[in-house]
């Protein structure tokens, strides 16, 4: 991708007449898209002007608010510069809205145990998308119940989502801690057991490694050339500064704002052999959690990156070609985090209807627990399937006994059907489950 026409040589060239008519044009231009260079050079510029005319007087608007980002500095010494712009805001509000004071007025008008069961599986989910992303070969579906049943991964892609489950398990429980190197070299340890060699995981590159490149899967061609090795150690203490940055410096970059800086801090920095995107897609929660967006664990950025994969590389590319200018990725993830938003409120939405339907031919209600609930919501929409006791609790997040105990009820209640295999005991949905529910008097 071509870099954009520097501003300061553009300035600098530009007559005194020639400046105050793109003066006076920046104050009409409409810039909610925020588009980049890569896209502007090739439209047709209003007023007669020339591409480098016109994006002379889009820089000219955009400096007005743009902040420099001191302890992120480019290769070329230079902060990273944000522009926060309307549309940001925008964005900033409607997130905003959906989670006072951290908590998403939607979960409370649900099935009691729904945002329970949608947090573990919003982990799961963005272990096993962000694992898809990276490379793993995997069903969602078989990937979910791999990490329900506690199976050992038998392959390479199975690993890499075992690892990201245990990476996300471990952020949420460090949560309160403040981000540290031995902490960051520990998630990247998670992030890459028995995946690569073992003398590259759970530190930084050297000057004697092979600098490793943010290559786009689409292109089979380098999006990024990272900052040399010998500069690791110091950018990365500056990062974890900047993470770690007290409240009183939130008034100028929101939180979200900042967990997305962070994200795209350590990919630009790029300091490991592996696990670089996964890493840096796990400190986005990890910042987010840690300024008490407890919601976060509700939300799976990387099912939407995946969907669209060409927009995350883009973003990051014309941030690179734009002097910097990271706007591009934070306006990015923050239309990954509310399409995630958009996702989880389907979800809520379709578990009240689920339960509604179900109501409507049983009364069964009374009867069930809510962990049975989601179990028997579960059957009716994959006859055939199965359950263990570890499954039950991995997706509950309770007991071995408990799990035990609600899988035998609904067997004594004839609604599954028990097996032993080896030693442990399997409860198998039944193909005709939805007439035996029916019968079902509780």
Do not use: C
Request: charged share 25%; proline share 5%.
């Amino acid at each position: 991708m071509n870099s954009s026409p520097r501003f300061a040589a553009l300035l600098e060239k530009a007559p005194p007449e020639l400046l105050e008519r793109l003066i006076g044009l920046g104050k009409t231009i409409d810039d909610r898209a925020y588009a980049p260079w890569a896209e502007l050079a090739y439209r047709a510029a209003p007023e007669g002007l020339r591409p480098e005319e016109y994006w002379l007087a889009l820089q000219i608007k955009r400096a007005a608010n743009r902040i420099d980002l001191t302890q992120l500095t480019a290769k070329s010494g230079r902060p990273m510069q944000l522009n926060l712009t309307p549309r940001m805001h925008a964005v900033l509000r409607r997130i905003e809205r959906a989670m006072p004071q951290g908590v998403d007025p939607n979960l409370r008008d649900t099935p009691t145990d729904a945002p329970s069961r949608y947090r573990v599986s919003a982990l799961m989910e963005e272990a096993i998308h962000s694992s898809l992303f990276e490379g793993a070969v995997s069903t969602v579906d078989a990937a979910k119940e791999m990490l329900r049943s506690q199976a050992r991964p038998l392959d390479l892609s199975k690993q890499m989502i075992v690892n990201n489950y245990r990476a996300m398990q471990q952020i949420v429980a460090w949560r309160d801690l403040p981000l540290s190197v031995n902490r960051l070299l520990d998630l990247q340890r998670i992030l890459t057991e028995n995946t690569l060699d073992q003398h590259a995981v759970g530190r930084f590159q050297t000057a004697e490694d092979v600098r490793v490149m943010l290559v786009s899967k689409t292109r089979s061609k380098p999006v990024f050339e990272p900052p040399h090795a010998h500069e690791i150690a110091q950018r990365i203490a500056a990062l974890i500064e900047f993470a770690n940055a007290p409240d009183d410096e939130e008034e100028l970059i929101p939180p979200i704002v900042r967990a997305i800086l962070v994200h795209y801090g350590l990919a630009y920095i790029h300091p490991f052999q592996d696990g670089n995107g996964r890493t840096a897609r796990a400190l986005f929660y990890w910042v987010m959690l840690a300024r008490g967006y407890r919601i976060a664990e509700y939300l799976a950025i990387s099912r939407q990156i995946l969907a669209q994969p060409k927009q995350y590389l883009e973003s990051f590319e014309h941030a690179q070609a734009d002097e910097d200018d990271v706007t591009y990725f934070v306006l990015h993830q923050l239309t990954v985090i509310e399409a995630s938003f958009g996702y989880l409120h389907r979800y809520l939405e379709r578990k009240r209807e689920e339960l509604k339907a179900l109501d409507g031919f049983t009364r069964f209600s009374a009867r069930f627990n809510a962990r049975q609930r989601a179990a028997v919501s579960y059957a009716v929409r994959h006859p055939g399937a199965t359950f263990t006791a570890i499954s039950h609790q991995t997706s509950h997040q309770i007991s071995n006994n408990t799990a035990k105990a609600d899988l035998k009820e609904l067997s004594d209640w004839a609604l599954l059907e028990r097996k032993r295999v080896g030693t442990k005991d399997l409860y198998q949905v039944p193909l005709n489950f939805i007439q035996r529910l029916k019968r079902f008097k509780g």
